[in-house]
Every structure is written in C-alpha cells, then in structure tokens.
C-alpha cells in the first residue's frame, strides 16, 4: 500500500491556468514537505510543515500556496501556472521536523503550455 | 545555504563491478540522506545517516559530517542499480538540499 499519495499523478495546463497538486501520507508524521525537479534545476525545497503551520518556505514566488486542511494532508496551490513551473512536484514527510528521515511521494509531473 | 558536490556526475559500469560515489557538502550536517531515484522518477530513500557506516545489501554507506562528507559504495553492481543516486543534508526547518547526483549505468 501506498503511504505517501500524490494526486494526480499527471497534470496538463495553460499558461496562466490555475491548478492544485494533492498529498496525503499515512505514515502518521507530523511533518511534511513539497520539493520540485525540473529538467532545468536539481531537486529543490520549497516548504515545510510542521502540525499544519508552515515552517520555511524557499520559494520566491507567492503563486505557491501550500494548503494544510488535516494533519496528513498537504495540497500546493499554484496560481497564475508559467511554462517555467513545469516540473515533477514531489510531496515528502517526517516523523517530526529537525533531521528525521524524510519519505518520499511518486510526485506530480506538471507540464504547463 | 549549504551546498553539495556529487562525484562523479555520470558512471558505466559492467555488471559484477564495484563503484564508489562521493558527496561533500558545504556546511554542517547533522543527518544525511542517500537516495535513488528510479529512471522513472521514484525516490527511494536508500539510507539515513548521522556519522558512521552503514550497509544494507550490496550497499554501504560512510558519512563522517564533521568533515562534511559522505559515500555510498556499491559492489557487485546489478542491471537494477541503474538510475541516479543522491545525496541530501538534513538543514533542520529548511528540509533536505540535494546534490545534482551520480548517474549510474550498469550493462551486462
């Protein structure tokens, strides 16, 4: 079984487009991450949570809005999508932020027109 | 920030044959990931390490983080090691930051 999902596993959209990227894990941690790989950047932090609040955010650009409804959930939000975010968005979880081991999702590979 | 240096960038190998990755990363560390990544974009976390070695399989891994480095060794290498290995310093809050990686082919 699957503990770390990401839907969906696929995303096609138009520039200027808006879209939602899913994560739920079952592992039972407490932390949670979004990563990014592009074919033009090595893999890339761009958040982490820690009990639903956010904790550091690497990104630049408020078009990425992370979005915790439930402990085990972490949706990304990108808003206003450029062709330059098309990447694979990879959710990823700990038992508790400060070095624990990370766990990885399959990722979301977004393409954006 | 912290950085990381993989070595080498790419390796073929024959299947049989033994292979050395490197990983030095720039600031302290107190834990340290290897990952592989499957050539269809999988994460699989291979170890994670505060200093010391440790060895699961064919794999070891060797970290000394007050010297800011890092191996993973592979011996007996099989088709089914190929894909692209990472190395990742834990950075507390700001989670993992990942080299660019070693690319492994292996050939029968």
């Known amino acids: 079984d699957p503990k770390i999902i990401q839907k969906p596993k696929y995303l096609v959209a138009v520039t200027g487009s808006e879209k939602i990227l899913i994560c739920e894990q079952y592992l039972g941690h407490n932390a949670m991450y979004w990563y990014r790989q592009s074919a033009k950047k090595p893999l890339e932090f761009m958040f982490s949570?820690?009990?639903?609040?956010?904790?550091d955010n690497q990104t630049a650009s408020s078009r990425f809005q992370p979005q915790s409804s439930k402990k085990n959930h972490l949706d990304l939000q990108i808003t206003a999508l450029k062709p330059d975010d098309s990447a694979t968005y990879f959710c990823?979880?700990?038992?508790?932020?400060?070095?624990?081991?990370?766990?990885f999702g399959p990722g979301t590979r977004l393409t954006v027109l | 920030g912290q950085q990381v240096q993989q070595s080498p960038a790419s390796l073929v190998l024959q299947e049989g044959e033994n292979a050395e990755l490197q990983c030095n990363f720039s600031?302290?560390?107190?834990?340290l990931q290897w990952f592989y990544q499957h050539p269809g974009g999988r994460l699989v976390s291979l170890f994670y390490n505060p200093s010391g070695t440790k060895h699961t399989g064919r794999l070891t891994s060797t970290t000394v983080t007050n010297e800011r480095r890092s191996s993973l060794h592979i011996s007996s290498s099989q088709t089914t090691d190929s894909g692209t290995y990472f190395c990742a310093p834990h950075n507390y809050a700001q989670g993992l930051t990942f080299g660019l990686g070693t690319r492994v082919s292996v050939f029968p």
């Open positions: 949570y820690s009990y639903q609040k956010l904790m």
């Open positions: 990823a979880s700990s038992q508790d932020l400060g070095g624990y081991e990370q766990y």
């Open positions: 600031s302290t560390a107190t834990r």
